[in-house]
C-alpha cells in the first residue's frame, strides 16, 4: 500500500510543502506527487500528531458498481436506445426523423444541440433516449470501459442493399453484449425495396425476426418519408416495458460520460447519462481521474436546467479536466473526498499503464455461464473461403465440456472494431494471413488483447484445441 505525499497531506488537511520538509528532515527527498510506503506515511502521521486509522482501498476510491438500491425505492426510467446499421443505410436519417417526433421540440427557445444523445417524449408522455453517435465501434468501446449504458440497440438495414458487412458486425456486437436488438428496415419508400428478402438473410445471422415466426421484432421504416416511424417507437417502448427498466431517482446520481471534450469558451465539457440518482447544478463530483462541480447543466435542446434524472443525457460544466467517454461520474459529499477520489484514481491508472495485463487464454474464462466452457474467440482472414474453414474447424473442436465461441469472423486486415470487441469480451484474436492495421495496433497495446497468427489451418486448429483442452484440466 502506497500514498502521495499530496494525498496523505489532503487527508490530514496539512499542506504537501510541510510533509515535504518533514520528509527531508527525516533523510529522504521526495516530492509532493510522489508516492511513500505505509511506514513513512505512518511516521509522518505521528509526527504531525496525528492518530493512525489504516484504510483500506474501498475507503479511498468509490466503487459503487456492487450496491443496489432497495427495489422500494427504483422507478420505471427511459430506455437508452443505439442505432446501429451498414454505412448509407440510414442511420443517421432515422436519428434525425426520430427526433422531429418530440412532442416537446418546439417548446420555447428549444434549438437542437447536438451533445451525443438526445431524448424525446411521445404523444402518450413516454421517453426515450438515443444516443446520438450512431455504429458499433462507440458502442463496443464504451462497452469496453465497462459502460453498458445501451438498453436497445435499433438494427437498420436497407431494404434496397441487404445484409452488410458492417450490418453482420453490429449484429455480433449486439449479440456478444447480450442487448435485445429491434431490426428496422429501412427505405421502404424505394420501388426497389424488398424487405421479406432482409428477413430471410437475417435467418442466415441467426437473427429470427417476428414475421418468420421468430422473437426479434422488426418493422419497416422510411426515415425519409416519415413512414412506420410510430411503429418503430411502440417496439422500443414494448421492448423497454419486458426489460423493466428501473433506477432510484432520490439519491446522489452516478452517470456515464457519452463524450467530452475542451470547448474554447465553457473549458471541459462532458455530455453524460445518468444512471441512477439525479445530478444537480452545485453538485461535487468525481468523473474518471477528475474532480469538479456542476456549474451548469445544458439539456439537448440548449437550455439551461437545475437537474436531470436517469436516462437523461445532458451536459455538465464545471469539470477540472476532460474525462473519456465511458468513465463513471459519481456525486460525492464534498470537495475534499473528490480531490482525494480522483487523485488516488490518477495514481491507479499510471500503476495500470506499465502493468497491462494481456486477455490471457488463462483468464477468459472467467465468466462461466453453466458448467460448459465458453471459448470465445475472433477470426480475420484473408479470403472468405479461409474465414468459413476456420470457423467450421473451430466449432469442430467443440464438446460437451467446451464450446468455442466465434464472436466474429470476417475477411481483412484485424481493425480496432475488432479489438474493442475482444477487449469488450475478454476474447483473444486469429489472425490468418492477416495482420492489425496502425490504429488497430496502438488499441492493442492499450487494451492489452491477446493476438495469434497463423498461415496454416492445421496449426491453429491443433493449438487452439491443445488451450481448449488445458483450460479443462486433467480431470476432465
Ligand atoms: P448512415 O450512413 O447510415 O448514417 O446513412 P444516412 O442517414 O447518411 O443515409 C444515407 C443516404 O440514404 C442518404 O442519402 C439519405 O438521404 C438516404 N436515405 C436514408 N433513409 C432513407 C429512406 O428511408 N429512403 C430513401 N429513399 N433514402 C434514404
Not at 419508400?189 to 445471422?205: C, F, G, Q, S, V
Not at 421504416?221 to 417496439?235: F, H
Not at 468513465?327 to 500503476?351: G, I, L
Amino acid at each position: 500500500e502506497a500514498i502521495t505525499v499530496q494525498e496523505l497531506a489532503n487527508r490530514m488537511a496539512e499542506k504537501g510543502a510541510d510533509l515535504v520538509k518533514a520528509l527531508f528532515n527525516m533523510g529522504m527527498m521526495v516530492t509532493v506527487n510522489q508516492t511513500i510506503d505505509q511506514d513513512t506515511a505512518e511516521l509522518l502521521v505521528e509526527e504531525f500528531g496525528h492518530n493512525i486509522t489504516r484504510v483500506s482501498e474501498s475507503d479511498v476510491d468509490i466503487d459503487t458498481s456492487e450496491d443496489q438500491d432497495p427495489e422500494e425505492t427504483l422507478k420505471a426510467r427511459p430506455p437508452v436506445v443505439t442505432i446501429m446499421g451498414h454505412v448509407d443505410h440510414g442511420k443517421t436519417s432515422l436519428l434525425d426523423a426520430l427526433r422531429g417526433t418530440d412532442v416537446t421540440k418546439g417548446e420555447a427557445g428549444g434549438i437542437t444541440q447536438h451533445i451525443g444523445a438526445y431524448q424525446i417524449q411521445t404523444k402518450d408522455k413516454h421517453k426515450i433516449t438515443f444516443l446520438d453517435t450512431p455504429g458499433h465501434e462507440a458502442f463496443t468501446e464504451m462497452r469496453a470501459r465497462g459502460a453498458n449504458v445501451t438498453d436497445i440497440v435499433v438494427l437498420v438495414v436497407a431494404a434496397d442493399d441487404g445484409i452488410m458487412p458492417q450490418t453482420i458486425e453490429a449484429i455480433n456486437h449486439t449479440k456478444a453484449a447480450g442487448v435485445p436488438m429491434i431490426v428496422a428496415i429501412n427505405k421502404i419508400d424505394k420501388p426497389e425495396a424488398n424487405p421479406d428478402n432482409i428477413r430471410n438473410r437475417l435467418l442466415e445471422h441467426e437473427v429470427i425476426v417476428e414475421k418468420m415466426s421468430g422473437d426479434v421484432q422488426d418493422v419497416e421504416v422510411s426515415a425519409k418519408a416519415g413512414t412506420g416511424l410510430d411503429e418503430l417507437i411502440e417496439k422500443i417502448l414494448l421492448q423497454a416495458e419486458l426489460l423493466e427498466l428501473k433506477a432510484r431517482p432520490d439519491r446522489d446520481a452516478e452517470a456515464t460520460v457519452i463524450e467530452a471534450q475542451l470547448d474554447k469558451g465553457r473549458g471541459p465539457v462532458a455530455t453524460v447519462l445518468v444512471t441512477r440518482g439525479t445530478l444537480k447544478r452545485g453538485d461535487t463530483f468525481v468523473v474518471g481521474t477528475e474532480s469538479g462541480r456542476v456549474r451548469a447543466l445544458i439539456d439537448d435542446k440548449g437550455k439551461q436546467v437545475k437537474e436531470a434524472g436517469p436516462s437523461t443525457p445532458v451536459e455538465v460544466l464545471g469539470l477540472g479536466g476532460v474525462p473519456g467517454a465511458g468513465d463513471q461520474m459519481t456525486v460525492v459529499e464534498n470537495e475534499q473526498r473528490a480531490r482525494e477520489v480522483a487523485a488516488y484514481r490518477q495514481e491507479k491508472a499510471t500503476e495500470k499503464r506499465t502493468a497491462l495485463a494481456p486477455t490471457s487464454f488463462d483468464t477468459m474464462f472467467n465468466n462461466l455461464a453453466s458448467n460448459v466452457i465458453e471459448f470465445p474467440l475472433l477470426v480475420k482472414a484473408d479470403v472468405q473461403g479461409s474465414v468459413e474453414a476456420i470457423t467450421t474447424a473451430l466449432h469442430n473442436l467443440s464438446n460437451d465440456d467446451i464450446k468455442v465461441r466465434v464472436l466474429h469472423a470476417g475477411v481483412g486486415a484485424i481493425t480496432e472494431s475488432d479489438v474493442t470487441l475482444a477487449a469488450a469480451s475478454n476474447a483473444p484474436i486469429i489472425g490468418f494471413n492477416v495482420r492489425p492495421n496502425a490504429k488497430a495496433r496502438d488499441l492493442v497495446k492499450r487494451d492489452g488483447v491477446e493476438m495469434k497468427y497463423y498461415d496454416v489451418i492445421y496449426h491453429l486448429t491443433e493449438e487452439i484445441a491443445k488451450e481448449m483442452a488445458g483450460e479443462l484440466g486433467p480431470e476432465r
